[in-house]
C-alpha cells in the first residue's frame, strides 16, 4: 500500500530570545500531514499557529528565533528529508518547489516594482529548466487556471493596479507554479469579501484534487475550517491543547478553548444578547494555570438568545422616534478619464442616489463587496469626501454645504473608528497622547490634567490598565490597539459612530469582544452606529437593520432578520450564500464532495 505521508511534524520547538526571557512560540507540537489532506491549524494570534507554518518552511528569523528541538520529517520523492537538519542551501530547493506558502497580505508578499507575470515566471525560472517563453506561457496558464480575468493583461500588470482578490490569485499561482507536494497557506482569504473567498476556497480545493496535494491552512475563522479541512489542529498559547477530525472538532469539542472559539462565531440562525468569548469555558489564573467552567456551547449560547417577540418590542420603541440622520439622495461622484482641459469625460458613480434615514440608539448594517460605496458613504456623510449632491440632515441641519469650519462643531458629535487601528495610531506618540489629541484640539476640559483623567477613564472603559497611557501602538495586539481607536472615538462624547470595517482583520474571539464592548457603549450612552462590514454574520449580529449596496446603490433594505431570512434580490442572496457557516450539514456535504459520496453517515 502507497505511503500516503507527507509531512510528520514531532515534538517540534521553536522558541525567540528577548533579553529578559525566552518564549517557546510553538512548545512540543506533534501532527501528520497526508496526501489529498488538508489540516486546519486555528487559534488567537500568538497561539503560535504562524510560527508552526514558518519553522516548516525554515523561515524563522535567527536571530532572535530558533528551532530548538524536534523533527520535521518530510517524504519527499527521494527519501525522507528532516526539514529542521537540511542546510539553507538545500532548504531553497524545497523551498517554493516542493513546499509553497501564500502569505495573509498579498500586497507586502508582492515585489511593487515587477509585474505580476514576472514575479510568477521568475518562481518557474528558478526551479525548472524551461526557457523564458515557456516561463511566460506556464504563468499566463496558471492565471487562466487560478480565474484570473484577461490573464495576457495581467501578466504586464502591476500589483497595485488590481484588487486584492486578484493579487491573492496572483499569489496561489505563484505557490502552485512548481506543482509543491504541500501548501502552506496563512490566513490567505482573512480581509477578503465573503464571494471572493467562497471563489478562493473553491480554487484551492481544486487545485488540491489535481495535484493530489497536501495543504496546511492556517486561520482564525472555524466557519472556513468547517468547509475546507479535513483534520484540525486547535493551538493555544504555542502548545496544541486538540486535534481530530473536521467532524469530530464540530460536534464534540474536549478542550474548552475550542468550545470558546466554536461559540464566538455570530450565529445566522438566531439573534444573540451578545456574543460569548473563550472566557465563558475557561479561565486562567495569576500563575497561568487554567480552569474550565465545563459548560456546553449550546448552554452558554441558548443563555443568550433573544426572542423574535424582545426584538419586534424594541423595533417598535426604536422607530417611533424621528431619525437622527437623513440621507437624501445622495451622490458621490470620482472623475475619470481627463479631456486635454481637464475636463472629465466620465466619472466613477461611487455613491449613486442613495436614500435612507438613521434612528437614535440604532444599529444600521451597511453590507456590500469591496468596490460597492459602503465606505464612501460612510466619509461622505462624515464630510470627509465631498458629496456631489444630495443632502446629509443630522439633528435637523442639513451639513451638505458647510465648511471646514462649521463642520468642525460637528465633529465631536460625529465620529469614525477605521479599519486599519495600526495605520489610525501615529507611531510617534504614546496612545494616552493620541487620545488627548481630539480633546485638545476641540477644547474638551480646561487643562491636560483633566483631560488626562478623562483618558484614563476610558481605556478602563474599554478593558485596558491605565498604564498603558505611555505605551506606543506597536506594543499592543490588532485587537487591544482597535481598543484604542474605539477610546479615541469617545474622547469628545459622540453620539454617532461609524464603525468602517473595524473587527474584520481581528481574530474570532478577539472579534466577538470588541464587538460586545460596541454594544455595551452603545447601551451605556446611548450611540447611533452605522456599521459597515463586507461580512454579513457580523452585520447581522449588530444591525438593528440592514442596507445592502452593490455599484453605489442601495439594492435591499429592512430588518436584519428579514433580510437574512428571505433575501429578496439575487445579490443578497449570493452574498448570504457566500457565508462560511460551519453547521454539520456543510462539514458532511464537504467531507461528501471530497469522498465522492452523495452523503456522510455519522
Not at 515557456?134 to 484588487?163: C, G, N
Not at 423595533?315 to 481627463?338: D, R, S
Not at 459612530?497 to 474571539?509: N, T
Not at 451605556?524 to 437593520?545: A, C, N, Q
Request: glycine share 6%.
Amino acid at each position: 500500500m502507497e505511503d500516503r505521508t507527507l509531512l510528520e511534524i514531532k515534538n517540534l520547538v521553536t522558541e525567540f530570545r528577548t533579553e529578559d526571557e525566552t518564549v517557546k512560540a510553538v512548545n512540543d507540537v506533534s501532527f501528520t500531514l497526508n496526501k489529498g489532506e488538508t489540516i486546519g491549524i486555528v487559534g488567537e494570534s500568538g497561539s503560535g499557529k504562524s510560527v508552526t507554518s514558518l519553522s516548516a518552511m525554515r523561515l524563522i528569523p535567527n536571530p532572535p528565533g530558533r528551532i530548538a528541538s524536534g523533527e520535521m520529517l518530510f517524504h519527499s520523492k527521494d527519501g525522507i528529508i528532516d526539514l529542521a537538519k537540511v542546510s539553507e542551501k538545500e532548504m531553497r530547493t524545497l523551498r517554493g518547489n516542493e513546499i509553497a506558502m501564500i502569505f495573509q497580505e498579498p500586497m507586502t508578499s508582492l515585489n511593487p516594482v515587477y509585474t505580476c507575470g514576472d514575479q510568477v515566471a521568475e518562481t518557474i525560472l528558478l526551479h525548472q529548466k524551461v526557457s523564458k517563453k515557456e516561463a511566460k506561457e506556464r504563468t499566463i496558464d496558471l492565471f487562466k487556471q487560478v480565474q484570473l480575468p484577461r490573464p495576457d493583461v495581467i501578466f504586464d500588470t502591476y500589483p497595485h493596479q488590481i484588487s486584492g482578490g486578484q493579487k491573492q490569485r496572483v499569489m496561489i499561482a505563484m505557490a502552485m507554479s512548481c506543482n509543491p507536494s504541500i501548501l502552506i497557506a496563512d490566513e490567505p482569504t482573512t480581509a477578503l469579501d465573503v464571494t471572493v473567498q467562497k471563489t478562493i476556497l473553491e480554487l484551492m480545493n481544486e487545485l488540491q484534487i489535481k495535484h493530489d496535494m497536501g495543504i496546511m491552512f492556517i486561520t482564525h475563522d472555524l466557519g472556513v475550517i468547517a468547509e475546507l479541512a479535513d483534520k484540525v489542529v486547535v493551538m493555544y498559547k504555542g502548545k496544541l491543547v486538540e486535534q481530530g477530525t473536521v467532524l469530530d472538532i464540530f460536534t464534540n469539542p474536549q478542550h474548552p478553548y475550542t468550545k470558546g472559539l466554536l461559540a464566538c462565531r455570530p450565529p445566522l440562525n438566531k439573534r444573540l444578547e451578545w456574543l460569548p468569548t473563550v472566557s465563558d469555558f475557561m479561565t486562567v489564573d495569576s500563575d497561568g494555570v487554567m480552569h474550565e467552567t465545563n459548560k456546553s456551547v449550546e448552554e452558554v449560547t441558548n443563555s443568550l438568545i433573544i426572542s423574535p417577540e424582545q426584538t419586534a418590542k424594541q423595533h417598535e420603541k426604536l422607530y417611533a422616534q424621528e431619525p437622527v440622520l437623513q440621507i437624501k439622495n445622495l451622490k458621490t461622484y470620482f472623475p475619470i478619464n481627463k479631456g486635454i482641459f481637464g475636463k472629465p469625460k466620465d466619472y466613477v458613480k461611487a455613491v449613486n442616489d442613495v436614500t435612507f434615514d438613521v434612528y437614535p440608539g440604532e444599529t444600521l448594517g451597511l453590507v456590500g463587496e469591496s468596490g460597492c460605496g459602503k465606505t464612501t458613504l460612510g466619509r461622505t456623510i462624515l464630510k470627509l469626501v465631498e458629496p456631489t449632491s444630495g443632502q446629509i440632515i443630522f439633528e435637523g441641519n442639513d451639513l451638505t454645504h458647510l465648511g471646514s469650519k462649521e463642520m468642525r462643531e460637528y465633529r465631536k458629535k460625529l465620529q469614525i473608528i477605521f479599519q486599519d487601528p495600526y495605520s489610525s495610531l501615529n507611531p510617534r506618540i504614546t496612545i494616552g497622547e493620541a487620545i488627548m489629541e481630539p480633546m485638545r484640539v476641540h477644547g474638551v476640559y480646561d487643562n491636560d490634567e483633566e483631560r488626562k483623567a478623562r483618558v484614563m477613564e476610558l481605556l478602563r472603559r474599554v478593558n485596558l490598565p491605565e498604564q498603558h497611557f505611555y505605551r506606543y501602538p506597536h506594543e499592543f495586539s490588532g485587537g487591544q490597539r482597535q481598543r484604542i481607536c474605539i477610546a479615541r472615538s469617545l474622547a469628545l462624547n459622540p453620539k454617532f459612530i461609524i464603525c468602517d470595517e473595524s473587527v474584520s482583520a481581528l481574530d474570532v474571539s478577539v472579534q466577538a469582544q470588541v464587538l460586545n464592548l460596541l454594544n455595551e457603549l452603545k447601551a451605556e450612552f446611548g450611540f447611533t452606529y452605522i456599521f459597515i462590514s463586507h461580512d454579513l454574520s457580523v452585520v447581522k449580529f449588530m444591525s438593528d437593520r440592514m442596507i445592502v449596496m452593490n455599484q453605489g446603490e442601495i439594492v435591499e433594505m429592512g430588518l436584519a432578520d428579514e433580510i437574512y431570512a428571505n433575501p429578496k434580490t439575487d445579490y443578497t442572496k449570493k452574498l448570504i450564500g457566500a457565508i462560511p457557516k460551519g453547521e454539520l450539514a456543510d462539514i458532511k456535504a464537504s467531507i461528501a464532495k471530497k469522498k465522492g459520496l452523495t452523503e456522510v453517515v455519522v
